[in-house]
């Protein structure tokens, strides 16, 4: 079935690029999401990314499609401390009907 | 346009209640989702509904959870007798028809705790 694994932590300094790294199972997956949630708040979908392309830019993120490795980054750069919060790693599932999501990896922003 | 709305946003019951979680979809939008998380974990998928029928319930728990989306009103989320491993936030997901999961907006969430 459909898995998507992520690291829990990481932390950098204010200024620094973050990368946020996931792997997930699905080689038929078709879409691959990045999400965000801060404390208390619901998710909010930061971009995603087709399957047919290897890298997506968005102002200040990259992300980066290995589908070989099943391996999805996201990159922020110039990080800020109002970037502090949860990513989530996200694939539809084959029917369509879902998201299957990592358990979010926590980055922390220092100044 | 407001976004998805849910209710309770915060709510406590006591062990063999029952609870009850309100979504109303953004305007326009015709399908819904619910989402479990868990503490310390990722979002799993519990049902999607669209207006009165359930289209996938793969992730909902078999017994004590139940959902449904009628023609008028919010979608409902209703767990009875609840237990300390409900505790939990519950988020809705909404999206317009014919654009499935790649244009859904999640609501606040409703945070369950049983006590």
């Known amino acids: 079935g459909e898995d998507v694994e992520q690291s829990l932590f990481l932390s950098v300094r204010e200024g620094d690029s973050s990368v946020i790294n996931c792997t997930y199972t699905?080689?038929?997956?078709?879409?691959l999401y990045w999400y965000k949630q801060e404390p208390g708040a619901g998710l909010q979908l930061l971009t995603y990314?087709?399957?047919?392309?290897d890298m997506k830019q968005d102002q200040r993120l990259t992300v980066l499609l290995n589908k070989k490795d099943k391996h999805l980054s996201l990159r922020i750069a110039d990080t800020q401390t109002g970037d502090s919060a949860i990513y989530f790693c996200a694939e539809r599932n084959q029917a369509g009907t879902a998201l299957i999501f990592g358990k979010g990896t926590t980055l922390s922003v220092s100044s | 346009n407001a976004g998805v709305m849910q209710n309770p946003r915060h709510l406590v019951r006591r062990r063999g209640q029952e609870a009850r979680l309100r979504c109303s979809p953004m305007k326009g939008h015709s399908h819904v989702y619910w989402y479990r998380q868990l503490p310390e974990e990722g979002l799993k998928f519990m049902v999607y509904?669209?207006?009165?029928?359930?289209?996938?319930e793969s992730g909902m728990p078999k017994e004590r959870f139940s959902a449904e989306f009628p023609k008028e009103g919010p979608s409902i989320l209703r767990i009875q007798q609840v237990v300390r491993g409900d505790s939990a936030a519950y988020f809705c997901a909404s999206s317009p028809p014919g654009t499935g999961v790649n244009t859904i907006y999640f609501g606040e969430g409703s945070w369950l705790t049983v006590v």
């Open positions: 990314i087709f399957s047919n392309m």
């Open positions: 699905d080689s038929s997956s078709t879409y």
């Open positions: 509904l669209q207006k009165e029928n359930i289209i996938d």
